[in-house]
């Protein structure tokens, strides 16, 4: 039975604040990289590390897969501040855990947000100061992982994402997201990979990788802690 659009409004934002609420819990136990140590694994905190990325991924799905199928959402601000959010928290992950398995899923859902940031078109403005935003950081991440001579993209450059305007085509597609992840493998296992001498830039580099951005200072309430 076809629900009828403010049910689905609802029901789509009451989804979203859910995992809006688990990655604000969680997404603190994403800490940055910091000298003179290579990061010692701990158990509890890659876990909750990994809950926060996991939602953050459900967070941009659950945007794009309704954007392609109900007009409703076109131009809620409500929506795109959710999927900023799940945005910081991928770059995040990324930054933090360069070698986990996960960072190429978090790589392409960060296109995946662009993509949609990108559709609501210029005159939104804080679609259009998003997008900015994410493209600034996305470059900021393709460029620091590169000096651990990884690259976290699927394919070309666009990470595969069919182009802004054939965002309702991808309505009729398969689901995007996998299930939540229920890897416990620990997410510094690959510290054995880590090449001694860049790491102290890398690290450094990260420390940094949220300044020079332009109106950065929608980023006041960034929670992930060097």
């Known amino acids: 039975m076809t629900q009828p659009p403010i049910q689905i409004q609802t029901t789509t934002l009451l989804e979203l604040q859910y995992h809006d609420i688990i990655v604000s819990l969680h997404s603190v136990f994403i800490t940055f990289p910091h000298l003179p140590l290579v990061p010692r694994e701990s158990h509890y905190a890659g876990a909750h590390a990994a809950t926060a990325l996991d939602h953050a991924l459900a967070t941009i799905h659950t945007i794009h897969r309704r954007l392609s199928q109900h007009d409703i959402f076109h131009g809620s601000c409500e929506i795109y501040q959710y999927q900023w959010n799940a945005v910081l928290t991928l770059i995040g992950f990324m930054l933090a855990f360069p070698f986990c398995h996960r960072c190429p899923t978090a790589r ?27 493209r600034h950081l996305r470059a900021k991440v393709d460029k620091l992982t590169k000096v651990l001579n990884i690259d976290h993209r699927r394919g070309d450059a666009g990470g595969g994402i069919q182009p802004s305007s054939s965002l309702n085509a991808e309505a009729g597609k398969k689901e995007l997201l996998p299930e ?11 510290v054995d990979l880590i090449d001694p001498s860049v790491w102290p830039s890398h690290c450094d580099a990260v420390n940094e990788a949220f300044t020079g951005a332009p109106e950065m200072t929608s980023l006041q309430d960034l929670q992930f802690l060097p």
């Open 180 to 190: 939540l992840e229920k890897n416990t493998d620990p997410l510094w296992s690959w």
């Open 108 to 134: 392409e859902y960060v296109d995946i947000a662009l993509e949609t940031f990108e559709f609501a078109g210029p005159h939104n403005e804080t679609a259009a100061r998003a997008a900015c935003l994410t």
